[in-house]
Nanobody
């Protein structure tokens, strides 16, 4: 019903930059929260950054001052600008969104959707 498609992952050298994008599609009435999570091998999935509908953001301590999350409400897209990348940033990055889905005929329901993930590797 609501699909999230990520792009922009790949290989980046330590200290380099990468920009991830995630576009939402479907019969979306509104998106409250959009965010990025990551999961490294052998570790649990963790929140990287989130942004709400009015632009308030929150970040994991490990990425503060290096990563910036932003969203374009008109395009239903969230971005993650990754600067000063470190090897420990290597992980699969997942897009996440929560909001309200328009099922038609004034039928609305909450959705909580995940993207398929995109690999980010920080290595020389």
């Amino acid at each position: 019903q609501v699909q999230l498609v990520e792009s922009g992952g790949g290989l980046v050298q330590p200290g380099g930059s990468l920009r991830l994008s995630c576009a939402a599609s479907g019969s979306i009435f509104s998106i409250n929260i959009m965010g990025w999570y990551r999961q490294a091998p052998g570790k649990e999935r963790e929140l990287v950054a989130g942004v709400d509908s009015v632009g308030s953001t929150n970040y994991a301590d490990s990425v503060k001052c290096r990563f910036t999350i932003s969203r374009d409400n008109a395009k239903k897209t969230v971005y993650l600008q990754m600067n000063s990348a470190k090897p420990e940033d290597t992980a699969v990055y997942y897009c996440h969104a929560k909001g309200i889905f328009d099922g038609g005929r004034s039928y609305y329901q909450h959705f909580d959707s995940w993207g398929q993930g995109t690999q980010v590797t920080v290595s020389s």
